[in-house]
């Protein structure tokens, strides 16, 4: 499915959200190359925050995965969303730029105290896979937090490329120990934090289609199952850039807020009511509640109750 679901206006409308400098305009006509790719990627991640407030501060918390409700919460609200929201918009303001490419889902590695633990989720993370003319693809991804590329990746084995700071990531194909015909490969995304660190796998994927009918599928579990962290922990990530770049990033978690710039994560502080975590999504991440946002989160789990 290759449809564009926005417009030249919406597209607009996107490249002014994220802040694209000015020779990367649709006015300018840029071609739909690797640098534009790189470009996008980098300024959406910086932009617009990798979030699941919604599971916790709504009285509906269903998720929509339609392309004209997220543009409607990422645009025109200016909130984040989580991995299905954010390559959808991607996939779609790619195709409106010229871009040929299509989504497919990704298994990730559960993570025990932020520490990807060796066992694999069903399908529960989306990606973007770009093609170029010649035959190369390219993994995009806005939608990952902490641990996400920072950049496309070229679909080629092994390949080293310098994330975040002392980060390198790589793609590796390979079986997986859990699958029965071990001629099957797949796409894996790691991360090390230095030379001398060991690998982590964070997700993996195939290259063939999903459709949207499979992601409404993927994001029901996500946003609903006990087992699914955002369900149970309040998180925002967004990356910061200076001069065009990405040099850090800050995160809320539960109730910490926390920020590395390119070395080590630290504390900055821990919010002690809902009023400062409110003040935080707005000051960090640029989510601003109104009155009944801010009220259900009451009696919620995840509601910091003053002392």
Not at 38 to 45: A, E, N
Request: glycine share 8%; net charge negative.
């Amino acid at each position: 499915m290759s449809d564009c679901a926005y417009s030249t206006e919406q597209l607009d409308r996107y490249l002014e959200r994220i802040q694209v400098p000015a020779p990367y305009r649709r006015a300018t006509s840029p071609k739909p190359n690797l640098e534009l790719l790189v470009i996008i990627q980098k300024h959406h991640l910086s932009h617009i925050p990798f979030e699941a407030v919604h599971l916790h501060y709504a009285v509906d918390t269903t998720i929509l995965l339609d392309p004209q409700d997220i543009f409607d919460k990422f645009i025109e609200r200016r909130f984040g969303g989580y991995c299905m929201e954010h390559n959808c918009l991607l996939t779609h303001m790619l195709r409106a730029m010229g871009f040929k490419c299509y989504n497919t889902g990704a298994r990730s590695q559960r993570r025990t105290d932020g520490i990807p633990n060796g066992t694999w989720s069903g399908w529960t993370h989306m990606v973007v896979i770009v093609k170029f003319d010649g035959g190369q693809r390219y993994v995009a991804d806005v939608g990952f937090g902490g641990d996400g590329a920072i950049q496309p990746l070229l679909l080629t084995d092994d390949q080293l490329t310098q994330n975040l700071g002392f980060q390198e990531m790589r793609l590796i194909k390979t079986g997986l120990e859990l699958f029965s015909d071990s001629d099957q490969k797949i796409w894996i995304y790691q991360t090390r934090n230095g030379e001398d660190k060991p690998w982590q796998s964070n997700y993996c994927f195939p290259e063939i289609e999903f459709l949207p009918q499979d992601y409404e599928v993927m994001s029901r579990w996500t946003s609903t199952h006990p087992e699914s962290f955002l369900t149970h922990t309040i998180t925002a990530v967004r990356m910061l850039m200076r001069n065009g770049e990405v040099y850090g990033k800050i995160m809320l978690v539960g109730a910490d807020v926390k920020q590395n710039t390119g070395g080590r994560t630290e504390t900055l502080c821990t919010c002690k009511s809902e009023a400062e975590r409110i003040e935080v999504l707005e000051n960090h991440f640029g989510i601003f509640l109104n009155p009944g946002e801010k009220n259900a989160i009451k009696g919620k789990k995840t509601e910091i109750r003053n002392a």
